[in-house]
C-alpha cells in the first residue's frame, strides 16, 4: 500500500511537472509568437518606409526638373505650354494629380489644366503657410499636410520644391500634390494585408502637432483622419512606451533612425503592435502595424493544440501508473530498497540513514565517529567532461568507500559530491591514521574510459557523543568542520570548541546583518586612488558595520556571512545603489569626475538579473558608466570561470571597467588572466610591505606591474604608506596608488574636505 501511495504521489509530481513544462511551453510559444511579430511589423515598415522615401526622391527630382526647365531654360514659355507640359507629365505619372509654380510669396502663378482657377496664396493660407515656408529654406522636397483641395474636390497630400539659380537665390515652387483618396492612391500598394495597416505621419509642426498624412485603411471619416492632430495623451503615451523599451529619447531617435518595434495599448487605437520608421530627409513617420489580437488568436490556437495533447497524454500516463500501482504490490520489499538507496552508487541514502541510526547507535553504544566527505575539484571534472564522467567517478568513490570502510559502519550519499560515513569509536590517534589512509585511497588515480582524473576529498569529523548526541546537530557540526578542512583541501579537520564558538558568532552575525540595511546600520567609506602623476583617479567604495550588539564588524567577518546565507544579493544592491548615489553627490558638488570602484563578489555575478539592476541603478542616478569599475577578487577559482566569463564580458560591452583585486595571492591568476576581460590588476598589500626590504618580493611586483602592461591593463598598490613604496613603485612604472599615505577610508562629507584641499 505504501508502494502504491508512492507511486501515486510520483504521478502527481509528473502531473505538476509536466503541466509547469505545458505552462513554461505556452509561455515561450507565446513569447516565440510576438517575436515573430515584432520581426515582421520591423521588416514590413523598413520595406515600406524604404519605398516611400526612394518614391518621394524620384518626386523630388522630377520636380527639381520640371522647375529648372521651366525657371530656368524655358523663362519665356507662355502659360499655355507651360499647362501643356504639366498635363504630359501628370499622364506620365499618374501618382501625381496637380502641378503648378508659385512665386516665393506664395502665390500660385500658373497650375496644371484639371484644377479649378482660384486665387490662392500659400504663404497666408493656414493649411499651406507652414510647410511652404519650410520649402523656401530647404534644398530638398518637402512633403505637407494632406488635406482636401477644392479645386479638384480630392484629398490629396502636397508637395513643395524650392528652385534655385546658380547663386542659390529662389526663382520660384514648384507644387504638385498625391491623389489620397480611398482605392485609387498608389500608396494603396503598401497595403501588405488586410491586418497590417500602413500609416505615414507628418512630423511635428510649429504648434506641436502631429498629423496622418496616409492611412491605409480609411473607413473613419477623412476629416477625423487628416484634418484632426494625433492626440497629445496618445503621443505622450508613446514616448514612455519608447523610452522604457529603448532607454532613449524619440528625439535620438530622430538623429539616428532605425526601425523600431512597440506594443501600443490606448483608449485612441485599442491594442496594436507597431514598427517605426523616420524618413529623415522629409520628416515623416512611417509606421506598419496590426491588431495584438491576431498574436492572442495564434496563441489561443496553439493553446487547444497543446492541451488536447497535453489531455490525451495525461490520460495514457493515468492508464499506465494505474497499471503500473497494480504491478507494484508484489514488489514492496524491492521498492524499500530502491527509495533507501541512492540509484547511481547504490549506497544508502538519508532516508536509509534515518531509518537504521538507531540500530547502529545500539551496535557501538552510542559512541562513534560522523564523518562528512566533500570532493574536492568534481565540480570542475563534471562541468568540463560532462555528467557521464562524473557520475563514473562517483561510482568509482562510492566502490572505494566500500572497500575501505567495513560492512558493519555505514555509507551514506548525501546527494552530489558528498558522503557520510558512521565509524566505529576507536582511539584519536588510530581514527587519524585511518582518515588519512582514506584520504590517500579517495585521491590515487580515476581511470574512466580512455581518461585519467585525480580528485581530493575533505573531510569534517563530529564525534558522538562528546561533541553532540543528536544526528543532526552531529552532521551540522561534522558539515562545520568539513568547511574548515575545505580551505586546505585534500585534508580533514575535527570540530572544535572554537569551531562552535565561530559557528554561533556566524549566526549572530548572520541574525544582525538582517535587520543592518533597515536599521541604518551600514554606511560607505571612500579611499582615494591617485594616479602616479599625483592627480586624483578615484576611490574605491567601502562598507562599514557598526552594530548596537556586536559592536564593529569587519567585512571580511560579514561578507563571506551574507554570501553563504542568501543575503549578498541585498547588501550588494545597498552597497551599489549608495556608492553611485553618494559619489554623484560629491562629484556634482565639486564638479570633479573621477573614478568608482565597487568590489563585487562572484555570488552577486551569478544572479541572473546582476547587470539588468546594475544598469537600471546606474541610470537612476545618471552616473558615467566609463567612470566606473568592478573589483572582483582574485580567488575566483577556475571552477567558477566558465560560469562568470560571459557576464564579465557583457559588463565590459556597457563600458563599464573590470579590476581584479588582490593579484598574486590566488593560485589561478596566470592561467586565467589572458581569458578574463581585466582592465585593471591590484597588487595586494602583503606583496607591497615587503618591496622595499626583500628583494624577491619587489621583483614580483614588477613582473605583476609588467604582466599588465603586456596585457595593456592599468595597476593599482594597495596598502602604500610610505613615500619610499611609493618611489619604489613609480621607477616600476606602477599606474595607481591607494593607502593610507595618502588616506585611510573617508566618509562622503570627509571625502569632500579631502578633495577640496587638493
Not at 163 to 190: C, M, W
Not at 688 to 706: G, T
Request: charged content about 25%.
Amino acid at each position: 500500500m505504501i508502494l502504491k501511495n508512492n507511486i501515486w504521489k510520483i504521478f502527481y509530481l509528473l502531473s505538476i511537472v509536466a503541466t509547469l513544462f505545458l505552462v513554461t511551453l505556452l509561455y515561450f510559444n507565446y513569447k516565440g509568437i510576438k517575436e515573430r511579430y515584432t520581426t515582421q511589423v520591423e521588416y514590413y515598415t523598413q520595406i515600406v518606409a524604404q519605398s516611400i522615401e526612394a518614391d518621394f526622391m524620384q518626386k523630388d527630382m522630377l520636380l527639381s526638373v520640371v522647375g529648372e526647365s521651366i525657371f530656368k531654360e524655358c523663362k519665356s514659355s507662355s502659360k499655355a505650354k507651360t499647362e501643356e507640359l504639366f498635363s504630359l507629365i501628370l499622364k506620365h505619372n499618374p501618382s501625381l494629380v496637380t502641378l503648378g509654380l508659385a512665386d516665393k510669396n506664395g502665390q500660385v502663378l500658373v497650375s496644371s489644366s484639371n484644377v479649378e482657377k482660384k486665387d490662392i496664396n500659400l504663404m497666408t493660407n493656414d493649411k499651406t503657410s507652414y510647410d511652404f515656408k519650410r520649402s523656401l529654406s530647404s534644398d530638398h522636397m518637402v512633403v505637407s499636410r494632406t488635406y482636401y483641395f477644392d479645386a479638384i474636390n480630392e484629398w490629396i497630400i502636397p508637395l513643395r520644391k524650392a528652385i534655385r539659380d546658380d547663386d542659390g537665390n529662389i526663382l520660384g515652387v514648384v507644387i504638385a500634390g498625391i491623389k489620397n483618396s480611398k482605392n485609387s492612391n498608389y500608396l494603396d500598394a503598401f497595403e501588405l494585408s488586410k491586418n497590417k495597416i500602413v500609416v505615414i505621419l507628418k512630423d511635428l509642426d510649429d504648434k506641436g502637432n502631429l498629423y496622418k498624412l496616409y492611412y491605409s485603411q480609411q473607413n473613419s471619416s477623412q476629416i477625423d483622419l487628416y484634418e484632426k492632430p494625433i492626440k497629445k495623451e496618445l503621443l505622450s503615451h508613446v514616448k514612455e512606451i519608447f523610452y522604457s523599451k529603448y532607454k532613449y529619447s524619440i528625439k535620438e531617435l530622430r538623429k539616428r533612425p532605425k526601425t523600431i518595434s512597440l506594443f501600443i495599448n490606448s483608449d485612441q487605437i485599442g491594442d496594436n503592435i507597431v514598427g517605426l520608421n523616420y524618413v529623415k530627409k522629409y520628416k515623416l513617420w512611417i509606421s506598419v502595424g496590426g491588431s495584438v489580437q491576431e498574436i492572442k488568436e495564434e496563441f489561443s490556437r496553439e493553446v487547444i493544440l497543446y492541451i488536447t495533447m497535453f489531455i490525451l497524454t495525461f490520460i495514457i500516463f493515468f492508464i499506465l501508473f494505474k497499471s503500473v500501482a497494480v504491478s507494484e504490490k508484489r514488489k514492496d520489499l524491492e521498492l524499500i530498497r530502491q527509495v533507501q538507496h541512492d540509484t547511481l552508487t547504490n549506497l544508502p541514502n538519508r532516508i536509509y540513514m534515518y531509518e537504521n541510526i538507531q540500530n547502529y547507535r545500539k551496535l557501538y553504544n552510542n559512541k562513534y565517529f560522523v564523518l562528512y566527505l566533500d570532493l574536492d575539484n568534481f565540480k570542475n571534472i563534471n562541468d568540463k567532461f560532462g555528467h557521464i564522467a562524473g557520475d563514473d567517478i562517483l561510482i568509482e568513490v562510492a566502490n572505494r568507500l566500500n572497500m575501505f570502510f567495513t560492512k558493519d559502519e555505514m555509507i551514506i550519499r548525501q546527494g552530489g559530491d558528498e558522503f557520510i560515513v558512521f565509524a566505529n569509536n576507536i582511539n584519536r590517534k588510530e581514527i587519524e591514521l585511518k582518515i588519512q589512509d582514506l584520504i590517500n585511497y579517495i585521491s590515487k588515480v580515476y581511470h574512466i574510459g580512455k581518461r585519467d582524473f585525480r580528485i581530493g576529498v575533505s573531510i569534517g569529523i563530529a564525534e558522538c557523543p562528546k561533541d553532540a548526541k543528536n544526528i543532526e546537530e552531529l552532521l551540522s557540526l561534522a558539515d562545520t568542520a568539513m568547511y574548515q578542512a575545505k580551505k586546505i583541501k585534500n585534508s580533514y579537520s575535527f570540530f572544535s570548541e572554537e569551531m562552535r564558538s565561530l559557528n554561533a558568532f556566524r549566526t549572530e552575525v548572520e541574525h544582525e546583518l538582517r535587520g543592518a540595511i533597515e536599521a541604518r546600520e551600514l554606511w560607505m567609506a571612500y579611499q582615494p586612488q591617485i594616479n602616479s602623476d599625483e592627480t586624483l583617479y578615484g576611490v574605491e567604495a567601502l562598507v562599514r558595520w557598526q552594530n548596537k550588539k556586536l559592536g564593529f564588524v569587519a567585512p571580511d567577518k560579514f561578507i563571506y556571512v551574507a554570501e553563504e546565507s542568501g543575503l549578498m544579493k541585498e547588501l550588494g544592491e545597498f552597497i551599489i545603489q549608495t556608492s553611485l548615489r553618494e559619489i554623484k553627490m560629491v562629484q556634482e558638488e565639486l564638479s570633479l569626475t573621477f573614478n568608482l570602484s565597487i568590489n563585487i563578489s562572484v555570488v552577486q555575478l551569478m544572479e541572473a538579473d546582476f547587470l539588468p539592476n546594475l544598469l537600471k541603478a546606474i541610470a537612476l542616478e545618471n552616473f558615467n558608466r566609463s567612470s566606473l569599475t568592478l573589483e572582483i577578487t582574485e580567488s575566483l577559482s577556475i571552477e567558477s570561470l566558465d560560469d562568470v566569463l560571459p557576464i564579465l564580458y557583457d559588463i565590459q560591452e556597457h563600458d563599464i571597467k573590470i579590476s581584479l583585486d588582490d593579484f598574486g595571492t590566488g593560485y589561478s591568476s596566470l592561467s586565467i588572466l589572458r581569458e578574463l576581460p581585466i582592465d585593471e590588476l591590484k597588487i595586494d598589500k602583503s606583496f607591497i610591505d615587503k618591496i622595499l626590504y626583500d628583494e624577491s618580493e619587489k621583483n614580483l611586483v614588477d613582473s605583476i606591474i609588467n604582466i599588465g602592461k603586456n596585457f595593456h591593463m592599468k595597476t593599482l598598490a594597495e596598502g602604500v604608506e610610505s613615500i619610499e613604496q611609493i618611489d619604489e613603485l613609480k621607477r616600476s612604472n606602477c599606474d595607481i596608488f591607494q593607502g593610507y599615505y595618502y588616506s585611510k577610508p573617508l566618509s562622503r562629507e570627509d571625502l569632500i574636505k579631502f578633495l577640496r584641499k587638493g
